[in-house]
């Protein structure tokens, strides 16, 4: 049986992007994915696979058409965090840090200046009789981010925790 080289296929998908960087690029995204499933803990939640590894370069294509001279490392660090970071627990989520600091040395993420979508929540959050907590807020705009890049979604987590209020903001 033949196994995908998702390198290979990241390699030509980034290119189509217009990525100037796409080999060391998606050797990198593939290793985060290769390390992620390695080192963080076993989830029903967590895919590591292909599929992931096609969102994160959908959503890196999109960043670059939108951002053109921004650079390239940055659009994948973004990218690598806004599909996986809403889904990782917080343990987990210190780990996938240290690996993407590990393969994106010295990169800093840039603050996203969401704007209007910020100043709604918040006031969606007043008209609620909500605490204005940034994390929530947060978890919001993570909500969004994934409507955006995925068809679906499910909202998990303890009674209590915010999933309906989170839905509803």
Do not use: W
Not at 14 to 40: P, R, W, Y
Not at 51 to 70: C, D, F, Q, S, Y
Not at 106 to 128: F, K, N
């Amino acid at each position: 049986m033949m196994v995908p080289n998702y390198s290979l296929i990241a390699e030509i998908s980034l290119f189509s992007f217009g990525f100037s960087g796409a080999k060391q690029l998606a050797n990198k995204i593939t290793t985060t994915f290769k390390l992620s499933s390695e080192q963080l803990s076993s989830q029903d939640h967590y895919d590591f696979g292909m599929r992931a590894v096609k969102t994160v370069i959908a959503v890196a294509g999109n960043l670059k058409r939108e951002k053109p001279n921004m650079d390239e490392r940055q659009i994948v660090l973004r990218a690598l965090r806004d599909v996986n970071v809403p889904k990782f627990l917080k343990d987990d989520l210190t780990l996938f840090n240290g690996i993407t600091s590990d393969l994106f040395p010295r990169m800093v993420e840039e603050a996203v200046d969401y704007g209007v979508l910020e100043q709604s929540i918040r006031a969606s959050c007043i008209l609620l009789g909500m605490e204005d907590v940034n994390d929530y807020v947060k978890k919001v705009i993570q909500l969004y981010e994934t409507t955006v890049v995925r068809h679906g979604l499910m909202l998990v987590g303890p009674t209590g925790s915010g999933k309906t209020k989170v839905g509803h903001t």
